[in-house]
């Protein structure tokens, strides 16, 4: 009988320090990176498929950088510089991209789902497939977008049309 006992007591502890175990190596991304870049130089860096969920590009100059593929949601891009930027099929949903300019860029298959992009501009922006859904944006530039609006997004499925409720 104290051979079970000890046994039930050795099975109760292997259990806590398993459980410990799982708590302190949660199943969270161990590649997503949360950087900083306000106020940096970044003229035609490569950040192409990279997880940097939440990272902060506030007022950063980020022309012709390469974020296709990247993984940034939730990050924070305000008055940056994204001009001549590929940003082909780029996650930004959840992120905070007011005052940008991106001019020339290209945007396609991009994700912008739920995104703050006033004060933003998009001249001669490359916009087919991507998906503004949820986005919010001024009026003007929701116009200009919806006149160049063509083409779905391969992941979600939205015609970039029907996210920016063009009429």
């Known amino acids: 009988m104290p051979f079970f006992k000890l046994s039930s007591f050795l099975r109760l502890a292997i259990a806590v320090v398993l ?3 799982c708590l302190v190596t949660s199943p969270t991304n161990t590649h997503a990176e949360t950087l900083s870049f306000s106020h940096a130089q970044l003229k035609g860096r490569d ?3 990279r997880e940097l969920v939440g990272s902060g590009f506030a007022n950063a100059n980020m022309e012709g950088a390469n974020f296709e593929n990247a993984d940034v949601r939730g990050a924070v891009f305000s008055a940056s510089i994204l001009r001549r930027a590929n940003l082909k099929g780029a996650n930004f949903s959840g992120g905070l991209l ?6 020339k860029a290209d945007l396609s298959d991009a994700l912008l789902v739920e995104t703050i992009l006033l004060r933003s501009t998009f001249d001669f922006v490359n916009i087919d497939g991507a998906d503004f859904t949820d986005a919010i944006i001024d009026g003007g530039q929701r116009k200009w977008l919806c006149s160049k609006a ?14 920016l409720e063009c009429d």
């Open 98 to 103: 007011d005052q940008a300019d991106f001019a």
């Open 47 to 49: 950040f192409s498929g």
């Open 19 to 21: 459980a410990i175990v």
């Open 150 to 163: 063509k083409g779905t997004n391969s992941k979600t499925g939205v015609t970039t049309r029907e996210s």
